[in-house]
């Protein structure tokens, strides 16, 4: 083939070198509008397995390009005057330059024609001239032919909120180092590491808002330049800052990072195809250092596929298709990497082990067992740490052997304490019959207490009979209910350490249908019940019951429901409590302005919408006993356009906390059947994260965590203080017992030193409950008859 490589960056040498070495009849041209030694970037990093990767392709160059490298294991992080070093990550710098040197001089070796000082202006042109049978577009993050291709190629790019400089410096760093100062206008990082032998990379960032407070935008590059000398003194050691961008005036040395996503990377001129590689196809931000890894793996991937298959349309495919996946991944783990530095101010309130541990796991790819493989005694380090903040937050003594997994720490809320931060997520088992519960419910969730996990929620339970999701749902709004209910409660704590909570909720427009397995959403074939909502709907178009606008007499109904069923839940016995304003249910369709058109006072504003949700939340705490907890679920993010975003969970759950809420349990989606969830491991953690440490509320994590390492990560990052766990307990009952047992970690069970203390709590509580039961004979029904009067 006639190859034309436009752009002569690593992904369009690389991909160059690797062709002529597969076949050298191919004739191939690097065009590089830059002189051979002109960069404008200082270092780049590779980790252990990218040097891997170019070994297999191309060992000549491997080579090279690892006696040049600067190899370290360490990451510091510096945090309010504290370091916190942990080790085994296994990461190489090596100067821009020596790079592109070291590529060029082996596509010089294998034949390939370098071009330098040309722009490419039209590369339709280009190809014509030099009889192009493929063109690669490796033109960089502005790329000339994406732009020119873009309804080909679909980019969507997006700028992102900090101002960062690329900088140098001749202090030499041993390990990857990160830096943290806060300032009177906010947070400053620095991202720094060696390359070579005498020169470290030193990058800047902080928030656009705190860039323009500093006053940076109106500052000379020399003005910068001695601002972040002074910033970072400490790290610098008397050593001075370089630009190699001297080009660059005041304010246009720092910039902000476009995250690019091409939905295609092919683009056909009649028979010669126009591929997209490196930055031209994918930006994944310098914080996890991926860049160039991407760059040349393109250029691995699509050498591979043109070796694998003799037609180019085939070959293409196949690249468009296995590179498309694997960039998402890394762009992934860049765009958690990216937001976290962004919102360095949400992680600030941590103390410094914690804030480093969440920085090194932010990504969501390096997890707890990950960090003990690299550095087992950083790890156990932590572990001490964490520890024995947990057990002191629960008034208990530390055990003996204080290396306790985050996940298999005590937590305490009013006056329970939780065993561990495991809970068995409420999950609907459409199994009850005239909303009583039965021995199917004995079994199912007596079996998950015996299982390890500190709590055992049960489903959501319905606040009367027109409540219910299905005539199979479980409901509170009969005295049969209640002794139901005591019995399986008794059972829990008779042969268990595990609490037991009940979720509270009403279905809604997105009631009267059939048992999942005979139609999901579907509306009952007879015996329908009329819905109600916070406006008219049909949850699926066309096919559901139309619901009604719920009436102000609907409302107080509802909230004597609701209070009744929160007086029936402490008459049998629970532990906990949840309201669910969650998935498109009742109180749901308030919250979201998909659902809620309302005119009046429950709808309009955030505030306003949350009202009625609020008003029951309220009413609920009040009757429920002080001394046990009550969470409330939330869809953090509808996933459509114009519905609830993570922004207006933050402000959903500070509404909460100042009704009385402990904590928040951060779902998200099913409001609506246009929703476009971003599925994968642990995606729904970064609501709780955002939640826990911007509203200052505890939070519980949920989806797709199905791993002790998962929930050790999540919970000693500080992305959440409890781990809910569905369907893995649906396979195995005892997944608490055996993530335990495959971590090996023994000590599940109350020590006997705690026994004392539990049995006291367990006392108390139930006092309250008699309280509560004593009261409740004529109470229950007053205050319903109140509220239904207003």
Known sequence: MNIVCIGGGPAGLYFALLMKQQDSAHQITVIERNRPYDTFGWGVVFSDQTLGNLAGADEPTAQAILQSFNHWDDIDVFFKGERQQSGGHGFCGIGRKRLLNILQQRCEELGVQLVFESEVQDDQQIAAQYRADLVIASDGLNSRVRTRYAASFQPRIEARQCRFVWLGTTKKFDAFTFAFQQTEHGWFQAHIYQYDGNTSTFIVETPEAVWRAAGLADMSQEQSIAFCERLFAQQLDGHRLMSNSPHLRGANMWITFPRIVCERWVHWNGATPVVLMGDAAHSAHYSIGSGTKLALEDAIELARCFANHAEPRAALDVYEQVRAVEVLKIQSAARNSMEWFENVERYSAMEAPQFAYSMLTRSQRLSHENLRLRDAS????????????????????????????????????????????????????????????????????????????????????????????????PGMYAPEHTAAWRRIVDFVHAHSDAAIGLQLGHAGAKGSTRPMWEGIDQPLEQDNWPLVSASPQQ?????????????????????????????????????????????????????????????DEFGGSLENRCRFPLRVFAAMRAAWPAGLPMSVRISAHDWVDGGITPDDAVRI???????????IDCSSGQVSKREKPLYGRMYQAPFADRVRNEAGIATIA?????????????????????????????????????EAARIGYAALRWPRQYQAGKQQLERNLERERQQAAASAGLSAQQLAARLLEG
Not at 653 to 663: C, E, H, I, S, V
């Open 378 to 473: 950083y790890v156990a380090h932590f572990e001490r740490w964490f520890g024995a903040r947990a057990f002191a937050q629960a008034q208990l003594p530390a055990p003996a052997e204080l290396a306790v997994p985050p996940m298999f720490t005590p937590f305490k809320v009013r006056g329970l304490t939780l065993k561990n931060r495991i809970l068995v997520s409420p999950m609907a088992q459409y199994s009850a019959v005239d909303g009583t519960v039965g021995d199917f419910h004995l079994a199912h969730l007596g079996a998950r207490a015996l299982g390890g996990a500190a709590l055992v929620m049960a489903e959501m339970t319905c606040v009367s009979a027109d409540a219910r999701i299905t005539p199979a749902c």
């Open 702 to 738: 949920v989806g797709s965590i199905f791993e002790a390492d998962h929930a050790n990560s999540i919970i000693a990052a500080g992305r959440a203080d409890l781990c809910a766990v569905g369907r893995p307990h649906l396979a195995n009952p005892a997944w608490t017992l055996a």
């Open 539 to 599: 949850y699926l178009d066309g096919v559901s019951q139309l619901a009604r606008e719920m009436t102000l007499a609907d409302m107080r109904k509802v909230e004597a429901d609701f209070v009744r069923a929160t007086l029936a839940a402490a008459l049998a016995g629970f532990d906990w409590l949840e309201l669910h304003c969650a998935h498109g249910y009742l109180l749901s369709s308030f919250i979201s302005p998909l659902t809620n058109q309302r005119a």
């Open 653 to 663: 759950a500070r509404l909460f906390k100042q009704a009385g809420a402990d904590l």
